[in-house]
């Protein structure tokens, strides 16, 4: 059964600064990995999606790499806004019967608040 | 809508009751799936749709919990008997056949 772990929990860090969140999974035959955001009172939104065949993405400010063989994947967040502040969840997609459809694995989050 | 739409936003009902969340995917999205997220939980895998069948419901917690798809379109979860412990946020994802997922807003249900 997979197994997906965030740390750290929570990181309160000062505008400007950039900052790392660390996501391990168990089951290194994942299909894909996907960073999410999460602000309260809303839905999840998509920060960034790796497919297990590629090492990392880039979107702005956001940087995620891969590296399955040690099951860790890692968000860099470079010159952090106030903005920036909500939970961060790591999510591992398994396929089933060989498609792209099958079960999500989720993180418990890392809360991120940044401080003006 | 562009974005998948979740209905009620809020619910609040007394213990015992049934109740039915609604979830309007993104039009064409041929994968849904259903999720929960408890206070102070993550987010807890409940079943997911490719058209309008269900190859996965490993994650209903309880025979209470039922959900169908039709048209390959809008999907229902319903709640039947409601307890104390069904209180939490109710999301749904679609996907359009690639593994990004896009979420609603989510349905919050309390029951007293």
């Known amino acids: 059964k997979q197994e997906v772990t965030q740390i750290p929990a929570a990181l309160s860090v000062p505008e400007g600064e950039n900052l790392v969140l660390n996501c391990s999974f168990t089951d290194s035959a994942i299909y894909n990995l996907q960073w999410f955001r999460q602000d309260p009172g809303k839905g999840l939104t998509s920060l960034l999606l790796i497919q297990s065949s590629q090492r990392e993405q880039t979107s702005g400010r956001l940087n995620a790499s891969l590296d399955k063989s040690s099951g860790r994947s890692t968000l860099y967040i470079a010159a952090s806004q106030s903005g920036d502040s909500a939970t961060y969840l790591c999510?591992?997609?398994?396929?089933?019967?060989?498609?792209?459809?099958?079960?999500?694995?989720f993180g418990q989050g890392t809360i991120l608040t940044v401080h003006p | 809508g562009a974005g998948v739409s979740q209905s009620p936003s809020n619910k609040v009902t007394e213990k015992g009751k049934d109740v039915e969340l609604r979830c309007d995917p993104i039009?064409?999205?041929?994968?849904l799936y259903w999720y929960r997220q408890s206070l102070g939980q993550g987010l807890e895998f409940l079943i997911y749709f490719q058209g309008n069948s269900a190859p996965d419901k490993s994650g209903l917690p309880s025979d209470r919990f039922s959900a169908e798809r039709t048209g390959g379109s809008v999907s229902t979860l319903t709640i039947q008997r409601t307890q104390q412990e069904d209180s939490a946020v109710y999301l749904c994802?679609?996907?359009?056949?690639?593994?990004?997922?896009?979420f609603g807003e989510g349905s919050r249900l309390t029951v007293l």
């Open positions: 999510v591992t997609l398994k396929n089933a019967g060989g498609t792209s459809y099958g079960k999500l694995t």
């Open positions: 994802a679609s996907s359009p056949g690639t593994p990004e997922l896009f």
């Open positions: 039009s064409g999205h041929t994968a």
